[in-house]
């Protein structure tokens, strides 16, 4: 009975029903895992293991899902699989430990060392950020491009619901520019004697840009700001390696070549660090694209410049990248179509010129092969 016990003991009690919940977590990833393999579900008529074992537990078919996939990846990471079933660690993180592990191995033993007596939210973004280590940046940042999206819905209660998904690069401009709007509209509402939540204001902000949308001119709203953490190795390197960092506070870890590329009109503060001492911080506020250059070049080229595109300019491209010092002017700026710039910055095309103004878009050595 709880209402007998002081607060020490409910603490204790608690601490090894925990323990007991991560022993059973543990022993249903490994029966559920045999659910997969049997293939019993497509003989119950279910659509996955997913489907089947979220009816019998109860649960969504993601959770489901998530649970299947961690419990493969313990097949192949026997250290975490034992500290999962002696209840040491908690189901939450062990899937994180066991996503990151699976991608590079030799950072399992680092990730268990230190994960029992750490909090979750300390796990997961250790081990988020090995994970990003170990798959080719780039690869990464293009499948996560691919793979973008907004959904919009109106759940049960009436209340309209945004989801979206994408580069954390895109995610921390967007995120830069949505918290700057949010500043100005928590300042109105201090100065209104009104308070709001941080979330509440975000949404308002959110619903500011939109109305500002049709009558601002670029580059002539608040400039948002991007603060990159990145270790003196990985910069060196030109690339994170197993344990290395370049990673966007709140957002996740980015491509090193990226920040820079991509920041748009944003103000940009590198903070290069050596252990936990930051050695060198560098601003890069210089790098704007003036309004009347790209006014200019918008109304230069109206249709991409492309040679086999006619599709209305949607995107100013510089020929040669920001990231490889090239300037902000008309010589070294063309109009192109979201598509065309989205194969030149993500899927490695190149723009040959033709002598007459418009572009041959070359397709890189593996795509043109096939």
């Not at 700026?333 to 070359?362: F, K």
Request: aromatic letters at 4%; proline letters at 4%; glycine letters at 8%.
């Amino acid at each position: 009975e709880p209402g007998v016990l002081d607060g020490l003991d409910a603490v204790a009690i608690v601490k090894e029903l925990a323990k007991i919940e991560s022993i059973c977590a543990a022993a249903t990833a490994k029966v559920a895992r045999r659910i997969d393999r049997s293939n019993v579900w497509r003989a119950k008529g279910y659509r996955s293991a997913a489907h089947l074992l979220a009816f019998v537990t109860g649960t969504s078919v993601g959770s489901a899902t998530a649970k299947l996939q961690t419990a493969e990846r313990l097949e192949d990471l026997p250290a975490t699989a034992q500290e999962f079933s002696t209840g040491r660690l908690s189901q939450a993180k062990v899937h994180e430990i066991a996503a990151a592990a699976a991608e590079v191995p030799e950072m399992e033993a680092d990730l268990l060392l230190a994960a029992p007596d750490e909090t979750f939210a300390a796990t997961r973004d250790r081990s988020r950020r090995v994970k990003a280590s170990g798959t080719d940046e780039l690869e990464r940042h293009r499948r996560a491009h691919a793979a973008r999206s907004v959904r919009s819905w109106t759940d049960a209660e009436g209340a309209w619901q945004l989801h979206a998904s994408g580069t954390p690069t895109d995610g921390a401009r967007i995120m830069a520019v949505l918290d700057t709007e949010t500043e100005a509209v928590l300042r109105e509402a201090r100065r209104a004697g009104a308070r709001e939540s941080t979330d509440a204001s975000r949404f308002d902000a959110l619903v500011r840009l939109a109305d500002q949308h049709a009558t601002r001119e670029p580059g002539t709203g608040p400039r948002a700001h991007l603060f990159v953490n990145v270790d003196a190795a990985s910069l060196t390197r030109g690339h994170a390696g197993p344990g290395g960092r370049c990673e966007i506070k709140g957002v996740g870890s980015v491509p090193v070549a990226r920040p820079r590329a991509q920041k748009g009109d944003a103000l940009l503060t590198i903070l290069v660090k050596h252990g936990v001492d930051v050695t060198t911080i560098a601003h890069d506020g210089t790098t704007t694209m003036p309004a009347s250059i790209r006014r200019t070049v918008l109304a230069r080229d109206p249709e991409c410049v492309t040679d086999t595109c006619t599709a209305p300019t949607t995107a100013v491209h510089h020929v040669r990248w920001r990231s490889d010092g090239g300037e902000h002017s008309t010589h070294n700026c063309r109009g192109l179509c979201r598509w065309c710039h989205a194969l030149v910055h993500y899927h490695g095309y190149t723009l040959e010129p033709n002598g007459d103004g418009t572009y041959h878009l070359r397709a890189p050595p593996a795509e043109a092969a096939a």
